[in-house]
């Protein structure tokens, strides 16, 4: 009979006879497909897990993807798609995968949206609850591309950690970065994002990078590695809307990677103005899940979307400082 050894498991002591991490899986009725651990603060490959031993006063973390974001194409969108590194989508509009009441109502709010992209936060397994639901029983990632975030990290060695995990659970290179500066706004931190940003560039990710509104910072970004950047409209999850229309104008305009506004957007219109600006699409989450009827917002911010964009190729009229007739006054009774 093997020795009992006690290690840490996502922070819980736990005592076990296993001699594997492939054997510790099995043994929290985990499955190793949906998972990705990391010993000792190193990650272990799954396909090295069969082997990997695990030993008295290892502190091992298991994790998955939570709520924190298509298969079928719509013949009814506009044909306009947007690419990012080397990836096309049809649809503009990016999803959260937080707050909702349950994975069955965020499932529900994503079909609605017509969204091919969500993104994910990456967290520890429940080892207590291993059969508990998990998001990818409800959004596959078969159809709907899952885009890891590093929402909660506030230094680059946080959130370059959590997308190492999470390129391990999934596969995934295409990443969401934000690198937080405090918790009351919830700002970019921008130097631990540029940093964070070239590291990540450096390893064969591909990150799509939360940051401020400043063309100068966008810009920034985009020359360390940035394959997309994502300028807030305001604070994360305020719904006061795009706050500063000229500097996200500026980025789309300097900008030689995809723009799309992340967060602040509160209602449709919001959604509408940032397309108009020229953005390439529009990231949210507490817009549609906390609305009274996230199914029917979620509607409403596709269409909202697709008629920002279309307002946007039509070419708005110019602003003038005096009516204009639209009827001529000439021959008047």
Partial sequence: MSAT?????NGEQRRTSTSTIAALVAELELDPAKVAVERNGEIVPRSRIADAPVQSGDV????????????KTDDSRPNDSWSVAGRTFHSRLIVGTGKYKDFEQNAAAVEASGAEIVTVAVRRVNVSDPKAPMLTDYIDPKKITYLPNTAGCFTAEEAIRTLR?????GGWDLVKLEVLGEARTLYPDMR????????????????MVYCVDDPIAAKQLEEAGAVAVM???????SGLGIQNQVTIRLIVEGASVPVLVDA???????????????CDGILMNTAIAEARDPIRMARAMKLAVEAGREAYLAGRM?????????????GLI
């Avoid at 300028?231 to 999850?237: E, Y």
């Fill in 318 to 330: 110019g602003r003038r400082k005096y009516a204009d007739p639209s009827s001529p006054l000439a």
């Fill in 192 to 207: 631990e994002t540029l940093k964070a940003t070239e590291i990540l560039a450096n390893e064969g990710f591909l990150p």
């Fill in 231 to 237: 300028p807030l409209g305001a604070p994360i999850g």
């Fill in 165 to 169: 995990l999470a390129r391990e659970a």
């Fill in 60 to 71: 091992l973390e298991i994790v998955h993807f939570v709520g924190g974001g298509s298969g």
């Fill in 5 to 9: 050894i006690e290690l840490t498991v």
């Fill in 264 to 278: 602040g957007v509160g209602t449709a219109s919001d959604a509408a103005v940032g397309m108009e600006l020229g």
